[in-house]
T-cell receptor, first 113, second 113 residues
């Protein structure tokens, strides 16, 4: 595809449930990033992948959050035992290398009831 | 810790007006600074990127300036149009972790016809 795609676009779940959010980066981009954006705020960094490995996961808020990128392309952000405070827009971005412009996907809007 | 602040939080102007959006950051050791546009329910679109060695960048009706020593950047929009209505975000990359974007909270711009 031409840009970064994210699925689902919207996700409603109940407190305590498990969710997976998917990101398809631009083909050939080795760097992939996850950010979280709360209402009225700018995006906050969660995790950065270089290839298959998480080079920096310092932004993950706690151990309920985990992300993988097993083949160096698609990435999945996994949230266990969701809480209402996890409700936000989760944005994915990719770049050719980590110093280049990041291209953002449309985001997944997660609502935890 | 790098903090990014944007003022004003919201701005409403009549069509045709020239306007300035402000961004300030607390640590001048930045790799670059980037301005993004975000439309409701959409991802982020990169508008302008200024490297730390540069003073300004221009694209069409947009001009962004950077003053590292004072920790400030401005985005100038000339002859505003209703289609410019969106949230504008600035983000900096630190020298020591240049892959990570640190965002301000954004300025919500409404250009009235």
């Amino acid at each position: 595809g031409a840009g970064v795609s994210q699925t689902p676009s919207n996700k409603v779940t109940e407190k305590g449930k498990y969710v997976e959010l998917r990101c398809d980066p631009i083909s050939g981009h080795t760097a992939l990033y996850w950010y979280r954006q709360s209402l009225g705020q700018g995006p906050e960094f969660l995790i950065y992948f270089q290839g298959t490995g998480a080079a920096d996961d310092s932004g993950l808020p706690n151990d309920r959050f985990f992300a993988v990128r097993p083949e160096g392309s698609v990435s999945t952000l996994k949230i266990q035992r969701t809480e209402r405070g996890d409700s936000a827009v989760y944005l994915c971005a990719s770049s050719l290398i980590d110093t280049e412009t990041q291209y953002f996907g449309p985001g997944t809007r997660l609502l935890v009831l | 810790k790098q903090e990014v602040t944007q003022i004003p939080a919201a701005l409403s102007v009549p069509e045709g007006e020239n306007l300035v959006l402000n961004c300030s950051f607390t640590d001048s050791a930045i790799y670059n600074l980037q301005w993004f546009r975000q439309d409701p329910g959409k991802g982020l679109t990169s508008l302008l990127l200024i490297q730390s060695s540069q003073r300004e960048q221009t694209s069409g009706r947009l001009n962004a300036s950077l003053d590292k020593s004072s920790g400030r950047s401005t985005l100038y929009i000339a002859a505003s149009q209703p289609g410019d209505s969106a949230t504008y975000l600035c983000a900096v990359r630190r020298m020591d972790s240049s892959y990570k974007l640190i965002f301000g909270s954004g300025t919500r711009l409404l250009v009235r016809p």
